[in-house]
């Protein structure tokens, strides 16, 4: 056997290797590149290859890598359809409860959208399905009606009960719109019905159980065909709201379980309490709505017998 014909046995000859995997040499290889590309250092692999000149390094030659066998990464889930939902792609850091908090939904909901994923093994890059829509764009108009920001809690039930309107209307006014994903701060148009104009004045009486029995006041309003209603109230014969515990006194209307307050300030040194306002409201508003004046209550009246 001639030398090359030896040395080419022992090139192709594999050597043992526990606890590592074998290399083939290839054009450009060196121990010191091999070492970086490999996370192991030179001195590793030449203690793992007794007898192998790393300057006589030969293509095709095996040697051995004292590293485990790297293993591929875990591919990513591919993309999911998302019918209803957004797809959405995993970032650094991300965690599925991190994702719920963010798009207001829930981890349940969002390993149900995405079976076959591990919560535990996200992977940057991976593309996930979120159940909640992407919003829709609010209405730039809204003829005949008003802006209405969701809430939690909402329905278009409850909406259109607290308007004076109905579901049907409200759908109509907001093409898109699905009844079943409404989300917080998403903004709809509420259409609404034609309001009577009036001017009108309510007598506020003092409220039994209040601190005051001798307390008087007045509500006027006056509103157009639209809703659009100027408020004023005006109390006397009260207390210092401070001796209520309050730095001022306010006027506090609710109907449907939906509400607004009227700030109130005194006309100094007459003991005379006023506070004025404007406001888009709702036929409901008129016929089931209230006013109360805080701290106490210490007057109150139904809008319904402003006349």
């Given at each position: 056997?001639t030398?090359?014909?030896?040395?080419?046995?022992?090139?192709?000859q594999?050597?043992a290797?526990?606890?590592?995997?074998?290399?083939e040499?290839?054009?450009?290889?060196t121990?010191?590149?091999?070492?970086r590309?490999?996370?192991?250092?030179?001195?590793?692999?030449?203690?793992?290859?007794?007898?192998?000149?790393?300057?006589?390094?030969?293509?095709?030659?095996?040697?051995?890598?004292?590293?485990?066998?790297?293993?591929?990464?875990?591919?990513?889930?591919?993309p999911?359809?998302?019918p209803?939902?957004?797809?959405?792609?995993?970032r650094?850091?991300?965690?599925?409860?991190?994702?719920?908090?963010?798009?207001?939904?829930?981890?349940?909901?969002l390993?149900?959208?995405?079976?076959?994923?591990d919560?535990?093994?996200?992977?940057?890059g991976?593309?996930?399905?979120?159940?909640?829509?992407?919003p829709v764009?609010?209405?730039?108009v809204?003829?005949?009606?008003?802006?209405?920001?969701?809430?939690?809690?909402?329905?278009?039930?409850?909406?259109?009960?607290?308007?004076?309107?109905?579901?049907?209307?409200?759908l109509?006014?907001?093409?898109?719109?699905?009844?079943?994903?409404?989300?917080?701060?998403q903004v709809i148009?509420?259409?609404?019905?034609?309001?009577?104009?009036?001017t009108?004045?309510l007598?506020?009486a003092?409220?039994?159980?209040?601190?005051?029995?001798?307390?008087?006041?007045?509500?006027?309003?006056?509103?157009d065909?639209s809703?659009?209603?100027e408020?004023?109230?005006?109390?006397?014969?009260?207390?210092?709201?401070?001796?209520?515990?309050?730095?001022?006194?306010?006027?506090?209307?609710?109907?449907?379980?939906?509400?607004?307050?009227?700030?109130?300030?005194e006309?100094?040194g007459?003991?005379?309490?006023?506070?004025t306002?404007?406001?888009?409201?709702?036929?409901?508003?008129?016929?089931?709505?209230?006013?109360?004046v805080?701290?106490g209550?210490?007057?109150?009246?139904?809008v319904?017998?402003c006349?």
């Amino acid at each position: 056997m001639t030398d090359e014909e030896r040395e080419e046995v022992e090139t192709r000859q594999a050597p043992a290797c526990p606890g590592g995997f074998l290399y083939e040499i290839r054009a450009g290889d060196t121990f010191y590149a091999l070492a970086r590309r490999y996370g192991t250092t030179v001195e590793a692999i030449t203690a793992a290859n007794p007898g192998v000149d790393p300057r006589r390094l030969q293509i095709g030659q095996l040697i051995c890598i004292p590293v485990a066998v790297p293993t591929p990464p875990t591919p990513p889930v591919p993309p999911v359809l998302c019918p209803g939902g957004t797809p959405y792609v995993i970032r650094q850091g991300d965690t599925l409860y991190r994702i719920a908090q963010r798009y207001g939904t829930t981890v349940d909901a969002l390993l149900r959208a995405n079976p076959g994923i591990d919560p535990m093994n996200l992977q940057i890059g991976q593309v996930i399905c979120i159940p909640v829509p992407i919003p829709v764009p609010p209405p730039t108009v809204c003829p005949g009606g008003v802006f209405y920001t969701i809430r939690a809690g909402d329905t278009l039930y409850t909406i259109a009960a607290a308007y004076g309107t109905t579901v049907q209307a409200i759908l109509a006014a907001n093409p898109g719109l699905d009844p079943m994903r409404l989300q917080v701060g998403q903004v709809i148009c509420v259409p609404l019905p034609a309001v009577a104009p009036r001017t009108c004045t309510l007598a506020l009486a003092p409220s039994v159980t209040g601190p005051v029995t001798t307390a008087g006041g007045a509500l006027w309003m006056r509103t157009d065909a639209s809703g659009r209603t100027e408020l004023l109230v005006i109390i006397t014969n009260v207390p210092s709201p401070t001796s209520l515990g309050a730095a001022t006194y306010t006027a506090l209307f609710t109907w449907g379980g939906y509400s607004f307050q009227v700030p109130m300030t005194e006309a100094l040194g007459t003991g005379i309490w006023a506070g004025t306002a404007v406001q888009q409201l709702p036929a409901a508003f008129f016929s089931t709505g209230s006013v109360n004046v805080w701290p106490g209550p210490v007057l109150g009246g139904l809008v319904a017998n402003c006349k």
